[in-house]
Nanobody, 128 residues
C-alpha cells in the first residue's frame, strides 16, 4: 500500500522560505510521476511542480518558476519542494501525489485528476 506523508509546512512572512518534504512508503509503480499540488479555500486545486521518478523532467506552474525547486532523492522515497521568495498567494494546503506514468505530461500542470496516490497535506501560510 502506498502512503505519502507531507511535512514542513508553517507560517512565514512574505519573502521568506520553506522546505516541504514528502515521504513515500510502499511501491508506487515501475515508473511514476510525482509532484506537489496546493489548494486554497474557494479555489481549484493547482499543480505546483512535477518530477519523474528518475529525478529529472521537472515541470513548474508558471507562478512559481524561479522561486520553487522540486527534487527527489536517489531512493525515490523523499520528495522535496524548496520554496523561496514566498508570496501571500502561495498560502494553502500543499499535497504530494503520484501517478504511475513514465512521463510527467505537461497537461498535468492543468489537470491532476489522474494522480492516484495522495498525501494528507501540510499547510503553508504566508503573511504580507
Amino acid at each position: 500500500q502506498v502512503q505519502l506523508t507531507e511535512s514542513g509546512g508553517g507560517s512565514v512572512e512574505a519573502g521568506g522560505s520553506l522546505r516541504l518534504s514528502c515521504t513515500v512508503s510502499g511501491h508506487i509503480a515501475a515508473w511514476y510521476c510525482i509532484g506537489w499540488f496546493r489548494q486554497t479555500p474557494g479555489k481549484q486545486r493547482e499543480t505546483v511542480a512535477l518530477i519523474r521518478d528518475e529525478g529529472i523532467g521537472e515541470e513548474y506552474q508558471e507562478s512559481v518558476k524561479g522561486r520553487f525547486t522540486i527534487s527527489l532523492d536517489s531512493t525515490g522515497k523523499s520528495l522535496y519542494l524548496q520554496m523561496n521568495r514566498l508570496k501571500p498567494e502561495d498560502s494553502g494546503t500543499y499535497y504530494c501525489a503520484a501517478v504511475g506514468e513514465q512521463v510527467c505530461w505537461t497537461s498535468y500542470l492543468e489537470d491532476a485528476s489522474e494522480f492516484t496516490h495522495w498525501g494528507q497535506g501540510t499547510r503553508v501560510a504566508v503573511s504580507s
